[in-house]
Nanobody, 123 residues
Framework: QVQLVESGGGLVQAGGSLRLSCAASGFTFSRYNMVWFRQGPGKDREFVAGIRWNFETRYVDSVKGRFTITRDNAKMTVYLQMNSLKPEETAIYYC?????????????????WGQGIQVTVSS
C-alpha cells in the first residue's frame, strides 16, 4: 500500500522556522520525484518545492533562499526546511510523488498524495 505521511507542522511566529517531513512507503522511493505543495484558505493548491530522483531541486520564486528541500533515500523520507516564515504562507502542506517531475508539478498523471499537514504562521 502506497503511503505518504507528513509530520512536523504546527504553529510558528512570523520569521520563525519549521521542518516538515514526509515518510514514504509502498513504492520505489529512490526512483520517484518528490514535491511539496501548499493550499491556503480560499486559494488553489500551489507548487512549493521539488526534488528529482537525481537530487536536482526546484522552488517557487517566493521561497527561494528561505526553503530547502532534501531527501534521504535510505529513510524513504523527503524534508522541507522552511525559514523566515511569513503569515501568508499559512496553509496545508502536501507531500506528493511521481515518476515525471513536470507532471508532478502540474498535478497530472500518476501522482501519490499525502494527507496534508497544517502550518500556521502568526503575525
Amino acid at each position: 500500500q502506497v503511503q505518504l505521511v507528513e509530520s512536523g507542522g504546527g504553529l510558528v511566529q512570523a520569521g520563525g522556522s519549521l521542518r516538515l517531513s514526509c515518510a514514504a512507503s509502498g513504492f520505489t522511493f529512490s526512483r520517484y520525484n518528490m514535491v511539496w505543495f501548499r493550499q491556503g484558505p480560499g486559494k488553489d493548491r500551489e507548487f512549493v518545492a521539488g526534488i528529482r530522483w537525481n537530487f536536482e531541486t526546484r522552488y517557487v520564486d517566493s521561497v527561494k533562499g528561505r526553503f530547502t528541500i532534501t531527501r534521504d533515500n535510505a529513510k524513504m523520507t523527503v524534508y522541507l526546511q522552511m525559514n523566515s516564515l511569513k503569515p501568508e504562507e499559512t496553509a496545508i502542506y502536501y507531500c506528493a510523488a511521481g515518476l515525471s517531475f513536470q507532471r508532478l508539478m502540474d498535478q497530472t498523471g500518476e501522482v501519490y498524495w499525502g494527507q496534508g499537514i497544517q502550518v500556521t504562521v502568526s503575525s
